[in-house]
Each structure stands twice: as C-alpha cells, then as structure tokens.
C-alpha cells in the first residue's frame, strides 16, 4: 500500500462520506496522537477533549456538506438569524447528544481510562452573551437545526466574551474571558469568504450618461470581517446548520502612506484599530452605552452579513434581484443589527445599481425586528454627528428613509406635527439621535414582542403610533427554550425516568411531554422522581461547596434565583425575605419554617453601581446567617460566582422553587423561568413576562403568584408611599430596620444606604415595599406546600408535565410559519 492509500484509509474517503460509530474510536486515537501529536492524558483532560471534539466535528462537517448541499440542489426560502449574541455554552455534550453518540464515545474514552464527564468538563463555555437575548439565539439554532429549517445564524467572534465573575470580599470581580486562548476545535475559518467594511470617509455623488445620480463612499478606512463556521446539528436528523461568526482583521493595505513615509512599524500597530472591533463583548445587559466602538460592532456584523448573502445571490443569480425577496428573510435580534434597513438599501443601490424604489420593497419584504425589551434605558439611541462621521453614507440614507416615512405619517395624521415629531427616526434635541427601534419598524415587514404581555405592552405603549400605523405588522412570539441541552443534556436522570413511561419522542416533540402527567398521583413514579431529584440537589451541593465553600443539604429547600443582576428583576426583595426568615429564626418564631437553602447567582454590569451593591448585601447577609448555628437547622444562603450556561446545567435540575419575582411589566419574557419548569422546580412569580402564560399552562393552585397587576401599575405609582407602607407592616419595618442597624456591615457603616434609600424612595420604579408583603404571604404558602412531600412532587411533575409550550421548537415552528414562511430541508446525508 502506498502512503497515499494509507493516508485515504485513515481518513475513511473510501466508505464516502459515512463516517460513523464504528469508527469513532479510530478517529479518536488518530486526532490525539498524530492532530495533537499527543501520546498522555494530561490532568486537565484537555487533550482528550481536543481530540474528541475534532472527532466529533468530523461527522458534523460530513453532514454540514450534505446540508449546503441540499440547499443548493433547488432554491430555498433562507433566513439568517443576525444577532450580536450568542450565548452557547459548551458544545461537546449537545453535539454527542443530537449525533445519537453516547455510547459509542464512552466506549471510545474507555481505553484512555477516562469518563466522558471529566473529558467534557476541559471545554470552555462559548459566553459570546450578556445573559437571556444571546440564550435565545443559541436554543433558536437548536431547534432551527432539529425542525429542518434551512436558518443561518450570524454573529461576532468576540476574542474575549462575558466577563468571568469571582467574589472578593462580598463584592463582584470581572476578569477577563480569554476562552479562545487553548483553541476553539468546532470552528473552521473560512478566510477566502472575508468581506470588506467601510467606516468613516465621506459621499460623493455624480451623474452618469444617462443622467443617473450615484454615490460613492469614498475615502474610508477599511477593515476585513473574516468568517468563522460553527457548526449546528439538530437533533437525530442528519441537518447540521452554520452559525457564521465574524472576526475583524485590518486590510493588508492599512494605512499604506504611513508605510510609504517609513513608518513601517507604526502601520504595522495601527492593525490593532482594526482588530479591536471585534475583541470584546459588551457586557451590558437591558441597557446600551452609547459606546462608539459598539455602533462599530453592530455596523460590522450586519455589513458582513449582508455582503456575505448578496455576494452568493449574485454568483448563483446574477444581478437580478427580482425573487430575492422570495428567497431571503433577515430575523433581527433586537434593535442590534437594525442597521441592516440602512446597509441593504446602500448595498443594493450603492454596489448593484438597483432604484430606491426596488430596494426599498426588497428591504421592507426581507426584514423583520424582534423587540426584547420596554425598559426606556434599553432603547438604542445613536447620536447623529457620531453616525455622520462613522458611517457618513448610512446616514443619508436613513435621512431619505425618514422623510419618506413621515410623508406616509402626515397622510395618515394631517396637520399633526407634534405626531411627526413623536415618530422620526430623528430625535430632536441639542444632540439629535438616531432611533434604532423606529428605523427597524419602518423597514420591517414583522414586529414581535416575545410574550404575550410584552407584545401587548408594545402596540398598546411604547409602540402604540406606530400600530396605528400598520397593526398587520406586529405579532407574538412568546420565547422558548431547547429540550435537548434543558432537559436531555443537563437532567438525563429524569429524561430516562420520563423516557420510561411515555418513550423517547418528546424529545424532538415535546408537547408530548403532557403524557406524564398520567403519573403524577402514581406512589412509585413520585419516588422515583423524589429520587432523581435528590440526585441532581447532591450534584449543586458539590457545587456550591466547592465554588462557595458553603454546605448545603439535600434535605431542605432549593430555593433559587439566577440570572442578570438587575433591579427589574428585584434580587433585592428576595433578599428581604431571607433576612425576613432570619428575623424569625433569632425571635424564635420557627414554627412551620421550612428549611431552605437559598442559592442567587447572576453578573453586575460592571458599571451598574446599585446591581453591584446588591450583590455585596447578598454576600454579607449570606455570610452572617451561614455563621450563625441557630440559623444553620433552617437557613442557608449562598451566591454562587460566575452563573453562566454550564452552571446553569447543574442549576436547573436541582431547584425546587424558581425565583421569577421581576416588577410588572419589566421582564419582556424570561427564558430562566421555563428551564426550571421543565425541571420540575415550582415558581414563586409575578404576573409579568411568559410566567403569565406559565401559569395558565399549569393551573393556578401549581404555581405561587404574588404581586401588583400591570393594570393597577398606574394607579399604584400615583400614590405610592413606601414610607407608610414600611410603617404599617412589622416584617417589612424589622427588616429594613435590621439593615439600617448595620447588622451586615458592622466593619463598613452606610454602606447599604443606597439600596434602604431606593426602596424608601416614592419614585421606587421597582416597587419593592409594595410587593413585599403579598411576596412573604405567597413564600409562606411555599413553606407549607413544601411540607408536604408527597404533594410538593406531584406539583413537580405537574410542572414539567405542563411545559410542553415552553420549547423553542413551539416558538421556532411560530416564526417559520407566521414570520419566516419556509418549508423544511430535506438532508442529503448518506443518500450516496
Ligand atoms: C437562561 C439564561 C438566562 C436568562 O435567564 P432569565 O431568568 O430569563 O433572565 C441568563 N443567563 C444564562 C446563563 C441562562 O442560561
């Protein structure tokens, strides 16, 4: 056998493109000792899970082919997915799951002496998001992928993602999350697809023979976007989708003259302007910054993203554009990528000489906007001379854009100037600005809130005018999120237990998930769920022992908040009942106290001064009952570093109750709420977001509910005296007198002042003081249902039973239906 011959066997091209368990081991050794040049397990596993991963990839780039290929074998309807977030997690574990992979690998790891879990323990998370928005995004291309549905994500290849969180002394900590720095083996850079971005310079026009005004942006300082291919498998069905990820790069020309002058290690540094655009995340959450290297980002995405499609239209198509619309949806993540209304209609008109008026119906057939959020900090805002100077020919056009549109207003409202006003895309003010959301609803075909309160919050408030203006626009998508890595992957306990009873396919459809709740008065079926649960507690309490050096105790409570810290979301008065408990523990009054181990975790915006505070009141109080032994029998509390999708994994299936205590009307959705119904947890919750439709799904007397009504909201806020409130309920007074005595910051006196003055204050957005007490009544119930093992189980599974909604694959087959109208894709994989 010549080496040729060897190298096509070791490859296997002789089987075709089958690669499959039989030689997974093959592979496995053949990436650890020749890709790697390895022959040892280190500790870390590191190189092991190396080689697995490229094991792994192998068969997923196998399938991506058959994939693409089908797509080009006729022309399909396609949607990119542009978002600047993408929050995944690890890959491993998903990919072995949805390639139906599990045995064979642990098969495989066993002559490396290694488990599975250890191997995947060595893969860092891909935090490439602030928290819930960037989650949608990674659970949409899972079932994206599992349904069939021919949707490409896109998305920034930050070097460094979300900030890793450590506690020091009770306070937040960032640094930095170099998670690329020992490789990132699911990627394949695909440099000969880079595209060119343009900022700054300025616009020229001219005419040509024919008379026919032009522009050219001219004079500007370019930079590369290099694209990198993740690949996406669904669920047991051979598709594996691209999640395409940007990487900036300078041209190879960059500031030629500096060079030409002799400075050639000045041009050479000046390379890092150019790389700095995609080095970070943002690591704001529901509110902008104004940044202008953020504008930069959003510009540099969508400009990418676009190029990337119009340039593979062109070479199948050619410069005809008439069925684009027919084949091409863009689904914006929120107002991020918005610019997209602004960059297709320079691209058509600018590169391919199309009229406005072709690419104005081009663009308004292609677009559409999901909103994510009605908190005003939240809404972005460019001001005007930044865009003029970074993107001079975009904001021409979204000037051109704008008087068109407020023609069509002052036809539909004659002689109201003050509606125009209210509705321009330009905010007047000593510094005009740019109104993102405004620009999306105008140039989109599709508006959507992402629950049902929150899309009916938008057309009746924020967005009111605008369905005045054209109602057919707006529509409901209530959010979801992925069975397989929420239920499969990160609880396969209670998968094989469900699995049992009901078989395996509520996994790819999971309104079948109902058929549990058969079992759920059924004694064994509760044991045994009992059991798994137990289970899955042992594993947080390792957990938080390890990472917060607290003992927690399988046998009380699991009493769980996780996600952003923010105020809407009200940690704070959660924190108040804890402190509440421990007033009762210290007087005495323990009599029908269940005992709780209570678990917060989350990340400040590093700027965010107040949700950084509240992270150090939770530290300390955390820190005052864990060192009191009367507390010990019934009270716990620990903040766990660092929440992220993989603690989150361990996180979910251990909660016996999900914290969803946001103010009314402030959380669009929540997605965390869903993870921990799946899971069997029971919610303590406010009517606002998807816990409205959550509870609808479960019945009422499974699901604890407390707090103001978004239609009373008005009326509260009119009179709303927190002071009297404190001074007519003895909890909330002893409460907030316990703080104010300095009980949990003997050594650094007032340093809680701002969070007591916030919640004294009459303009508290947040509500807490009037909650608090309907907060306690409703945790009291908690307790005592708790008590009763037997029924607190049959909520459990009541719970899960009722979650069938709450998939992703539901709200998926809403968008491809409604939004996106496309057929499925057939894979070609293994056809040969
Ligand atoms: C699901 C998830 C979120 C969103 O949680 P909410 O409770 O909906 O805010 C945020 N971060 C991570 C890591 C998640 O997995």
Request: contains cysteine; charged residues 25%; negative net charge.
């Amino acid at each position: 056998m010549d080496s040729k011959q060897e190298v096509c066997k070791v490859v296997g091209w002789q089987e075709g493109p089958l690669i499959d368990e039989n030689t997974l081991q093959d592979d496995l050794t053949r990436h650890f000792y020749y890709t790697l040049g390895r022959d040892r397990v280190g500790e870390s596993h590191l190189y092991l899970y190396n080689a697995l991963a490229l094991t792994i990839r192998d068969r997923l780039v196998a399938r991506c082919r058959a994939t693409r290929q089908s797509l080009l074998a006729k022309p399909t309807r396609q949607v990119a997915y542009l978002s600047l977030e993408f929050l995944m997690g690890r890959a491993l574990g998903n990919a072995v799951l949805n390639l139906d992979l599990d045995k064979s690998v642990k098969n495989a790891l066993e002559q490396y002496c290694s488990r599975f879990e250890e191997v995947a323990q060595a893969e860092h998370d891909a935090g490439l998001g602030n928290g819930g928005l960037g989650r949608l995004a990674a659970c949409f291309l899972d079932s994206c992928a599992s349904l069939a549905l021919p949707v490409t994500g896109y998305g920034i290849r930050y070097e460094y993602g979300m900030f890793n969180q450590s506690i020091e002394k009770g306070h937040q900590v960032e640094h930095p999350d170099n998670w690329l720095r020992e490789g990132h083996p699911w990627e394949i850079a695909a440099p000969e697809h880079s595209r060119r971005i343009k900022f700054f310079g300025s616009v020229e026009v001219y005419q040509d023979k024919k008379g026919k005004k032009h522009h050219q942006w001219v004079d500007t300082h370019d930079v590369l976007a290099v694209p990198y291919d993740v690949p996406i498998p669904g669920y047991k069905n051979d598709v594996v989708n691209t999640l395409r990820l940007w990487k900036s790069e300078a041209t190879d020309e960059f500031d030629l003259d500096e060079f030409n002058a002799g400075s050639y290690t000045e041009a050479v540094a000046r390379k890092n302007l150019a790389e700095q655009i995609t080095m970070v995340l943002y690591p704001n959450d529901a509110s902008e910054n104004g940044k202008e290297l953020r504008l930069r980002q959003q510009y540099f995405l969508t400009s990418a993203s676009l190029q990337d499609i119009l340039f593979d239209w062109v070479a199948r198509f050619g410069e005809d554009f008439t069925d684009f619309a027919k084949f091409n949806v863009f689904q914006l993540n929120d107002t991020h990528p918005s610019i997209a209304v602004a960059e297709l209609m320079r691209l058509l008109m600018d590169d391919y000489e199309q009229d406005w008026q072709v690419a104005w119906l081009i663009t308004t057939q292609t677009m559409a906007y999901t909103n994510h959020t009605l908190l005003p900090e939240a809404l972005e805002k460019w001001s005007v001379p930044l865009f003029e100077n970074l993107l001079p020919r975009l904001l021409e056009i979204i000037y051109e854009i704008n008087a068109r549109f407020l023609v069509e207003v002052a036809c539909k409202w004659p002689g109201n100037v003050e509606k125009q006003r209210n509705m321009s895309l330009i905010e007047e003010g000593d510094v005009p600005q740019v109104r993102m959301a405004y620009l999306a609803i105008v140039g989109s075909f599709s508006v959507n809130g992402v629950a049902a309160l929150h899309t009916q919050l938008l057309t009746q408030g924020l967005f009111n005018d605008f369905y005045q203006l054209w109602p057919h626009k707006f529509n409901n998508k209530t959010n979801g999120v992925t069975p397989r890595r929420w239920l499969s992957h990160c609880n396969p306990k209670l998968a094989d237990l469900i699995s049992q009873k009901i078989g395996r396919d509520w996994v790819f459809d999971f309104a079948k998930i109902s058929k549990i709740r058969r079992f759920y008065d059924d004694k064994k079926f509760q044991q045994q769920w009992q059991a798994v649960k137990n289970c899955n507690k042992q594993k947080l309490v390792d957990l938080v022992k390890r990472d917060c050096g607290i003992e927690f105790d399988i046998n009380m409570m699991f009493d769980v908040q996780v996600k952003r810290i923010h105020e809407y979301k009200r940690q704070l008065l959660n924190v108040l009942h804890v402190i509440h408990l421990y007033e009762r523990i210290r007087t005495g009054d323990t009599k029908n106290l269940t005992p709780r181990c209570v678990l917060f975790g989350g990340k400040a915006a590093p700027g965010y001064f107040i949700a950084k505070l509240i992270i150090k009141l939770i530290n300390n109080v955390a820190q005052t009952i864990n060192a009191d032994p009367l507390a010990k029998p019934y009270l716990r509390v620990a903040f766990l570093p660092n929440y992220n999708v993989t603690a989150m994994e361990t996180i979910c299936p251990a909660t016996d109750l999900s914290e969803q205590i946001s103010t009314t009307g402030k959380e669009a959705s929540g997605t965390g709420n869903m993870k921990f119904m799946m899971n069997g947890a029971i919610t303590i919750g406010t009517l606002d977001g998807a816990n409205i439709e959550i509870k609808e799904a479960v019945g009422d007397d499974n699901f604890f509910l407390f707090g103001a009504k978004s239609e009373q909201l008005d009326d509260i806020r009119a009179h709303y005296d927190p002071l009297c409130i404190i001074e007519n309920n003895k909890e909330l007074k002893d409460v907030i007198s316990l703080i104010e005595s300095g009980h949990f910051n003997l050594f650094e006196p007032g340093l809680f002042q701002p969070l007591l003055d916030s919640i004294k204050c009459q303009n508290d957005e947040w509500l807490i003081a009037y909650d608090f007490e309907s907060y306690i009544k409703a945790q009291n119930r908690v307790s005592l249902a708790y008590h009763d093992q037997t029924h607190w189980t049959r909520l459990s599974i009541l719970n899960t039973a009722a979650s069938g909604a709450f998939s992703s694959d539901r709200t998926i087959t809403e968008y491809s239906q409604d939004i996106w109208q496309l057929t499925q894709n057939e894979s070609t994989y293994g056809e040969v």
